[in-house]
Nanobody, 118 residues
Framework: QVQLVESGGGLVQAGGSLRLSCTASGFAGSFSDFGPMGWYRQAPGKQRDVVATIARDGSTNYADSVKGRFTISRDGAKNTVYLQMNSLKPEDTAVYYC?????????WGQGTQVTVSS
């Protein structure tokens, strides 16, 4: 059974950095068989929004609010997708989720809390 597990969240002051990791397990075949993978976030009382996505070929897309501050990457050797977050702002506070498409199904992790204090 495919699982995505996020880690790396926490409490950080505004202007600080965090790196989130999303590690996939329980799948047969290669990590590269995952299609697009992405990071999403959901603040209290708000909908879940896309933060960044990365395609199998490594091409990336970012929400306007994080462009220039966040970087998404994927490491096939570690079955992991990363989200490097720099220059964090209080409005980045949310639960961050990763997802990945595989064999026509979209898998989600359980989420990791990121809190940015002012």
């Amino acid at each position: 059974q495919v699982q995505l597990v996020e880690s790396g969240g926490g409490l950080v002051q505004a202007g600080g950095s965090l790196r989130l990791s999303c590690t996939a397990s329980g799948f047969a075949g290669s990590f590269s068989d995952f299609g697009p993978m992405g990071w999403y976030r959901q603040a209290p009382g708000k909908q879940r929004d896309v933060v960044a996505t990365i395609a199998r070929d490594g091409s990336t897309n970012y929400a306007d609010s994080v462009k220039g501050r966040f970087t998404i990457s994927r490491d096939g050797a570690k079955n992991t997708v990363y989200l490097q977050m720099n220059s964090l702002k209080p409005e980045d506070t949310a639960v961050y989720y990763c997802n990945g498409d595989r064999n026509g199904y979209t898998y989600w992790g359980q989420g990791t809390q990121v809190t940015v204090s002012s």
